[in-house]
């Protein structure tokens, strides 16, 4: 026999052997694979990865024989009144179970309310926004830890100004040298305006009955401006430790677009602190809600939901550096389990096997509320349930259909497969054509002169006259006469110093002119447009930004209607094209959405428009309501302006202006590149990446790609050739 000390993984683990040896046979020969009988220890071969984690990272190579994997089993509470469950009451978030007097104690978040919460925007001293708002911390017992009886309030929220003046919540126990000390969230706002600001609180009793005392001080502060703790300190968590109070906490952060859930610790030597928060915070990287216990030398974690190591248990020998020691699923939310020795500053952790959790939203989100719940487990040195150790949990059919697809996703996904099957249909050989320009560009409107409209910029006067006017992107329409009308941006010259500072100053309304003929044709004569008033001016649109700019009309049902932007693209309509009506905001995005243009195709409008460096496309039927942005082109090089999408020759053909910042500031018209490039595909949400589905560039600014009554198409420019708008043949080659 002979005694060797295992490794495994962060635990040091004395064992015996017996070797057993016994002649081969000549004929035998060692299996080269890796055995059939998967070892109890890690045998001496070359390992995948895999197999190697299997005999360092756990406690034991099968789940069964791991004292930190389990199931979890939930049995419901009897002794708790909800109201018949219509949100008015609830109850959440509890600590620790302790045992004294001869019974278990527990503590909670209780909210009873005369509504179920309404939302930050809703609330009042009295309706609650959230599930945890206006709530005290309330306590029960029990003598088998299945019936228990409410005993009331432990802590009510205090008097204003005090911490948790708004709420109290998510309270967890620590008794410490005779005495009890409730740790508790402490809202000062109402959960939601912001998120879920607060610090922690503390209060002190001799009893676990009580009275208890607030020390009105903030235990823990936030975290400093910048630190991933700034905003919250979550979810306190005390043990003993080391002679020291080791309090774990959860804290939000990122928020891009959703919070991330890490947690830390905060160590004292004293209950009322001061805690230091040590240095390699945060410790886990993941869980939405602090359990952990004393575990043999270490401390173990249940790291529930959130994250890339949610569903998981932990350890760390030092209480600090935490390592996955298990994955398993089910597993309790908010749990406060029955520790014995959590406050024994134990050398050995014995481990846990029940505790209490929640469960949230127990009905429906209008009647939201939580209820308190039982868990078992074997996560214990002192249990062995084979139950608790299978590999996984059976769930009916029902419940992973409850888990379907949003009314959305079936409609991605059914976009897809129409795309697919579209592509598939076409033929491989269909040639591509390609817009080529005659390079003959008519300059066909230049801007008379006018009063300012306003309001005063830095160069600009309102009701002053300027000569020369400035357009830019810009829409062509036809009347009811047939008459063809420009509308676009506009402003006056500004010659500024440097040049730059006046390039886009009051663009504020936008241009209009109209033609004498009906056939467009006949319209490609110099200067053959003529001023009419301005549209749009910011009087006429109050509480609007003051640019409006890139307008793009199309009729629908008798109106015209014009969406233009900058973000948020709005809407207005016209019945003839001169007197218009602001309709409010049709979307906007947090990095902007600039020069928006239409297609109609198939019954729906397409909208596609600038960000940075991307273009992106909406869908919609009505040009009222939206679809969620869809990025169909993305550039490294350029920041698009000015996209225009055709349907043309069973294809889709994006033009696309570029600016690419390269302009000595000299002349007005080098701010006004002259470079679109224009892009082919299939499918109208993916034009590629750069390059990638470029098939040709032409000479143009801001250009709008139409056709006239003939059919003949045509690319339009401004501010290149020449100053106003300038039109060229363009053909299909």
Not at 546 to 574: F, Q, T, W
């Amino acid at each position: 026999m002979k005694q060797v000390v295992l490794a495994l993984g962060f635990f040091a683990i004395s064992v015996s052997l017996t070797f057993v040896l016994r002649p081969c046979s000549a004929n035998e020969k060692a299996p080269d694979g890796f055995p059939y009988v998967l070892p109890k220890e890690k045998p001496d071969r070359t390992l995948s990865a895999a197999m190697e984690r299997n005999y360092t990272a756990y406690l034991a190579p099968r789940p069964e024989h791991n004292e930190l994997y389990s199931q979890f089993k939930y049995s419901e509470l009897h002794g708790f009144d909800y109201n018949n469950h219509n949100g008015t009451i609830s109850r959440r978030d509890p600590s620790k179970v302790i045992f004294a007097n001869g019974k278990y104690y527990v503590w909670y978040t209780h909210r009873h309310t005369p509504v179920p919460p309404q939302g930050a925007k809703k609330c009042t001293d009295t309706i609650p926004s959230t599930d945890w708002d206006l709530a005290d911390i309330w306590y029960a017992t029990s003598e088998d830890g299945f019936t228990w009886t409410e005993q009331g309030v432990a802590v009510p929220r205090p008097a204003k100004p005090h911490v948790g003046w708004r709420s109290v919540t998510t309270a967890d126990i620590l008794v410490w040298k005779g005495k009890y000390y409730l740790y508790y969230q402490g809202f000062m706002q109402a959960s939601g305006t912001r998120g879920d600001d607060c610090p922690v609180a503390v209060s002190y009793a001799d009893s676990p009955d009580g009275p208890w005392t607030p020390y009105n001080k903030i235990v823990i502060p936030n975290g400093a401006k910048g630190e991933w703790d700034q905003y919250s300190i979550h979810d306190p968590y005390p043990l003993v430790y080391k002679s020291k109070i080791y309090l774990y906490y959860k804290s939000d952060c990122d928020g891009d677009p959703r919070l991330v859930r890490m947690q830390g610790l905060a160590v004292a030597d004293h209950p009322l602190g001061p805690f230091r928060k040590h240095p390699l915070n945060p410790v886990i990287n993941s869980g939405h809600e602090t359990t952990l216990f004393p575990f043999r030398g270490g401390i173990a974690a249940l790291v529930i939901r959130d994250g890339n190591e949610h569903n998981t248990v932990q350890f760390a020998l030092d209480g600090v550096n935490f390592e996955i020691a298990a994955i398993t699923d089910l597993m309790p939310a908010a749990a406060g389990p029955f520790i014995p020795d959590a406050f024994t500053d134990t050398q050995d952790g014995r481990g846990i096997t029940w505790g209490l959790s929640h469960f949230t939203n127990v009905t429906t989100w209008a009647q939201n509320h939580s209820a308190l719940v039982r868990f078992d487990c074997d996560l214990s040195q002192d249990l062995h349930d084979p139950d608790m150790k299978k590999h996984h949990v059976y769930h009916r059919p029902e419940v992973y259909y409850k888990q379907g697809l949003s009314t959305e996703q079936r409609r991605r996904i059914d976009e897809l497969n129409r795309r697919v099957l579209e592509n598939s249909k076409s033929k491989s050989t269909e040639r591509i054509l390609i817009p080529k320009q005659a390079n003959e560009y008519v300059w066909i409107y230049k801007p008379s002169g006018d009063y300012f409209f306003g309001p005063d910029t830095k160069h600009l006067k309102e009701g002053q006259w300027y000569d020369d006017w400035v357009p830019n992107d810009h829409t062509f329409v036809k009347d009811e006469n047939g008459k063809w009308h420009i509308i676009g941006i506009t402003h006056p010259l500004v010659e500024s110093t440097p040049i730059r500072e006046g390039i886009h100053e009051g663009e504020y309304a936008s241009s209009h002119a109209i033609s004498s003929f009906t056939n467009f044709k006949e319209t490609l004569k110099e200067h053959h447009y003529s001023d009419l008033p301005k549209i749009l001016p910011p009087k006429e649109r109050p509480r609007e930004p003051l640019a409006n700019h890139a307008p793009y009309i199309v009729k629908k049902d008798g109106l015209y209607h014009m969406v233009y932007g900058p973000s948020p693209i709005r809407l207005a309509v016209s019945l003839d094209l001169s007197k218009w009506e602001p309709k409010g905001n049709l979307f906007s995005e947090s990095d902007g959405a600039r020069d928006p243009s239409l297609l109609l195709h198939n019954g729906t409008y397409y909208v596609v428009y600038c960000s940075v460096k991307s273009v992106r496309l909406r869908k919609s039927k009505d040009l009222i309501h939206w679809s969620q942005a869809e990025t169909i082109f993305t550039s490294n090089s350029f920041d698009p302006e000015s996209p225009s999408l055709i349907y043309f020759n069973k294809s889709f053909y994006l033009f696309v202006c570029s600016w690419d910042g390269n302009w000595d500031g000299k002349e007005i018209q080098g701010a006004y590149q002259h470079i679109t490039y224009v892009y082919h595909s299939k499918d109208p949400l993916n034009f590629g990446i750069d390059d990638k589905k470029q098939i040709t560039t032409l000479k143009s600014h801001a250009p709008e790609i139409f056709q006239d009554e003939d059919g003949q198409w045509y690319i339009s420019s401004v501010e290149w050739p020449y100053r106003g708008v300038s039109v060229d043949l363009l053909e299909w080659k």
